[in-house]
């Protein structure tokens, strides 16, 4: 034993005792029976006062059990090209859940200044995106503003530390779960989508490929079915299950078909003329009104795309699309 601290520990234990003896004379009369002090309590008495509590972001975020997902949707990389999704909502409403970034700052474009967070921000906490997250992870997680499965796997796991609203619950809610599924069915490659015994390609649990081929006998191309499963994942799926049966009255349509029905010249759907990814789609529902259904697709677009995308308000039918910027009429 090391005699340095043999002595510092009596002499600890003799000014514990001191106090005890003192605070005992001084409050109570004299008891002459009474017990010594044992040296467990003498150890407690002198034991330093413990430290004052870090702020929250100061400290690992506390951890659960990992909230469920269909599955990991992809990476994200600030450094490279990434495609609009629904995941990157996710993530925005997880980290912003998590006191990393601001509350309703929400879209789908995966940014530098999310995943690294924004330069010479006023509040570099509330600012500092998916970085922050991971440097808030005692070292676990590398800080890189990169979304790999280590650090998906660890937005699902942390809970919102004491000191910001909503205490104790999973930083990843159950809206941004849904998004996180709908990402998942549109970036990777489960049993749907894909040919089965009944279609030429299946888009998604309810819809096939078939349902969009122009009314003029015409195929879609095969270029076309990701941004069809992005249409149905996004707006339709949701849409059927909330008025049940969708079905689509048009969907892709010939530049010739489409003048002979009187569509528009740069009409959505023509998906030839756009990028691959703006497909559209005129459909009615089982139950519910053309309103409805149109107010109902423009919440989801607000939910799942940030605001982006086409939404036409017909007597029997309603129009929507993929565009990549909000657009609403009446016809």
Not at 223 to 241: D, H, I, K
């Amino acid at each position: 034993m090391n005699h340095a601290n043999t002595i510092d520990r009596d002499e600890r234990l003799e000014d514990a005792r001191a106090k005890y003896e003192a605070l005992r004379f001084e409050d109570e009369p004299v008891d002459l029976t009474a017990d010594e002090p044992t040296e467990a309590e003498l150890d407690e008495a002198a034991a330093p006062a413990p430290a004052a509590s870090k702020p929250w972001h100061e400290k690992a975020y506390p951890g659960g059990a990992m909230v469920k997902v269909k599955g990991f949707p992809r990476k994200l990389d600030w450094q490279e090209s990434t495609r609009p999704g629904p995941d990157v909502t996710a993530y925005q409403r997880t980290v912003s859940r998590a006191g990393r970034w601001k509350w309703g700052e929400f879209s789908d474009d995966y940014t530098d200044e999310f995943a690294r967070g924004v330069a010479e921000a006023a509040d570099e906490i509330l600012w500092s995106g998916v970085a922050g997250v991971q440097g808030q992870s005692a070292g676990a997680i590398p800080v890189s503003g990169i979304i790999g499965k280590e650090t998906f796997n660890y937005l699902r796991s942390i809970r919102i530390p004491s000191g910001l609203d909503h205490a104790g619950e999973p930083a990843m809610d159950p809206t941004a779960v849904g998004l996180i599924n709908d990402a998942y069915a549109l970036f990777q490659k489960p049993k749907i989508p894909g040919p089965d015994g009944t279609s030429r390609y299946r888009l998604t649990e309810h819809f096939t490929v078939e349902e969009f081929d122009c009314n003029d006998g015409t195929k879609c191309k095969e270029r076309e079915y990701a941004g069809l499963v992005a249409l149905c994942t996004t707006f339709l799926e949701p849409l059927r299950t909330k008025f049940g049966g969708v079905t689509v009255n048009s969907g892709y349509r010939t530049p010739s078909y489409n003048a002979s029905v009187g569509g528009a010249s740069g009409s959505f759907h023509i998906y030839t003329d756009h990028d691959g990814d703006d497909q559209a789609s005129d459909v009615t529902c089982a139950k519910g009104s053309p309103s409805a259904w149109a107010d109902y697709l423009s919440q989801l677009r607000s939910s799942k795309r940030g605001g982006k995308g086409g939404i036409g308000r017909y007597s029997t039918f309603v129009h929507v699309d993929m565009r990549d910027y909000k657009s609403d009429w009446s016809g």
